[in-house]
């Protein structure tokens, strides 16, 4: 009967607008590959997406209250293993970002964005003044620049930069003084200065940073994804060039256009009006996160919650931005939509911590 209540106890319909736009996933990587030697990732995604649901019931099914308990011995694992794959974990296009396990390649960053939201939500709970001090503050920046740190390191200033929304998010709710939030945006542009100037950003990141203003001054070389992306969604115009059509998805054209850029692979096939479609989808998921952080039971709850949407907002800001221009190439995937094993499972695990939440609600 307990099992029963649990599974009704599910958000359906945040779950049935996921499950939308993972099903729009399957058919453009099947529109995005099926002419090319990739033929197939779909069934590698639709695998993924089994695992993720999997472990979203996992998740949901276990107490939040044990996670925020257990989250000072998750982050030190956290950190732990960040630097295990540092060190010894599998190599890709010259980072250092995966760990093996049973023959699959996991990018451990992406659990630690969890762990962060389990990390955070707690401490913010725990704060029992209106405003944070400046101490408060300090301690937030070192629980998440530590992996931050460690996530540069591998080098991965996109996964890095997405811990930044969770802390963001969570201050703010937990009240930040005016003068504080100015001085850590004062801090946040001396630091890129610095990171520029200095030896924290590989060439090629700074080479990507610099394209974003003027990718015409590198047509066929750092500009090439850009200008790419650019065309295939101008020549979609309103209602697309229709399924499986289109010269810069079918082509290839578009680079890593079943994951990074998979947005722009469904501008030039729907058109305006499918990319149209597809963000009020994820408005709509925003929105009912939002939703489920204000009826939580407690403040880790919200916290928790709001952890979530802070970090689904600001991968999709940030990719679809990427697609049209206004945002550098970053490698941030669009959630549930890029093809990925470790951002899918890692949405998912998301998820499970929402309904746990949502869950807690129907317990006396």
């Not at 300090?138 to 740190?149: D, E, M, N, R, S």
């Not at 080098?155 to 939030?181: C, K």
Request: aromatic share 10%; charged share 10%; net charge positive.
């Amino acid at each position: 009967m307990s099992e029963r209540r649990s599974a009704f106890q599910l958000d359906w319909w945040l779950l049935a607008m996921v499950m939308v736009i993972c099903a729009i996933s399957l058919l453009e990587i099947y529109s995005s590959t099926h002419n090319s030697s990739l033929h197939g990732m779909q069934w590698k995604q639709l695998i993924w997406i089994g695992i993720g649901f999997a472990g979203m019931l996992a998740v949901s099914r276990v107490d939040y209250g044990t996670l925020l308990d257990q989250s000072p011995l998750l982050y030190v694992l956290s950190v732990g293993a960040l630097g295990v794959a540092l060190v010894a974990g599998s190599k890709h296009f010259g980072a250092r970002r995966w760990i093996e396990i049973w023959g699959l390649n996991l990018q451990v960053s992406e659990l630690v964005k969890l762990i962060i939201i389990i990390v955070l939500a707690r401490y913010f709970s725990e704060v029992r003044t209106d405003r944070l001090t400046l101490g408060d503050l300090i301690k937030t920046g070192l629980l998440v620049g530590v992996p931050a740190g460690l996530i540069l390191l591998q080098p991965d200033l996109g996964t890095a930069l997405m811990l930044v929304p969770i802390a963001a998010v969570g201050a703010f709710l937990a009240g930040i003084n005016w003068r504080h939030a100015a001085g850590v945006l004062a801090l946040g542009a001396i630091l890129a200065v610095v990171g520029w100037n200095g030896h924290f950003l590989k060439p090629y990141q700074k080479q990507r940073l610099a394209t974003f203003i003027n990718p015409e001054e590198s047509p066929r070389g750092a500009g090439y994804q850009i200008l790419q992306s650019e065309i295939a969604v101008g020549s979609g115009g309103f209602w697309g060039m229709g399924f499986g059509k289109g010269s810069q998805n079918q082509l290839g054209f578009v680079p890593v256009r079943y994951s990074d850029f998979i947005l722009a692979a469904l501008a030039e096939e729907q058109g305006f009006f499918g990319v149209l479609i597809m963000l009020l989808l994820y408005l709509a998921l925003l929105l009912r996160l939002i939703d489920n952080a204000q009826k939580a039971k407690d403040r880790a709850g919200m916290y928790l919650v709001m952890g979530v949407a802070a970090i689904f907002a600001f991968q999709v800001l940030v990719n679809a931005g990427m697609v049209i221009g206004y945002m550098p190439v970053t490698g941030i995937p669009l959630p549930f939509m890029s093809y990925g094993g470790s951002s899918t499972i890692f949405g998912f695990l998301a998820l499970g911590l929402v309904m746990n939440v949502r869950a807690k609600r129907f317990v006396n």
